[in-house]
Nanobody, 127 residues
Framework: QVQLVESGGGLVQAGGSLRLSCAASGRTLTSYAMGWFRQVPGKEREFVVGVSRSSDNTYYADSVKGRFTISRDNAKNTVYLQMNSLRPEDTAVYYC????????????????????WGQGTQVTVSS
C-alpha cells in the first residue's frame, strides 16, 4: 500500500504559478499510474491530469491543457503538478491519486479507478 501526501498549495493571484508535490511512501510510485483531481465545495471531484506508470502517456482535462504540467521524479518518489497562468476558477482542493493497474501505458480519468488518495492541498487563486 502506498501513502500519498500533497503539499505546495496556497494563495496566488490570477496569472501566477504554483507547483504541487505528491510525495509517496510505502511503495515506489513507478508501480502506479498517477493522477491529480480537484474539488470545490458542493461539486464532484474532477479529473485534472494523469500520467501512466511508464510516464509515456499523459492526459489533461481541457480546462487545464497548455497551463498545467504533470511530471514524476522517481528518485524522490514524488509526482508534481506545475500550474501556470492560474485562474480564479482553478480554486479548489487538489488531490493526488494512485492507480495500481498493471498496464504501463494506460491513463484513466475515472475517479473510481484510483486506489489510493492523499489528503488534499488547498489552492486559492484571487482575481
Amino acid at each position: 500500500q502506498v501513502q500519498l501526501v500533497e503539499s505546495g498549495g496556497g494563495l496566488v493571484q490570477a496569472g501566477g504559478s504554483l507547483r504541487l508535490s505528491c510525495a509517496a511512501s510505502g511503495r515506489t510510485l513507478t508501480s502506479y499510474a498517477m493522477g491529480w483531481f480537484r474539488q470545490v465545495p458542493g461539486k464532484e471531484r474532477e479529473f485534472v491530469v494523469g500520467v501512466s506508470r511508464s510516464s509515456d502517456n499523459t492526459y489533461y482535462a481541457d480546462s487545464v491543457k497548455g497551463r498545467f504540467t504533470i511530471s514524476r521524479d522517481n528518485a524522490k518518489n514524488t509526482v508534481y503538478l506545475q500550474m501556470n497562468s492560474l485562474r480564479p476558477e482553478d480554486t479548489a482542493v487538489y488531490y493526488c491519486a494512485a492507480d495500481r493497474r498493471n498496464s504501463a501505458v494506460a491513463v484513466t480519468t475515472t475517479l473510481a479507478e484510483y486506489d489510493y488518495w492523499g489528503q488534499g492541498t488547498q489552492v486559492t487563486v484571487s482575481s
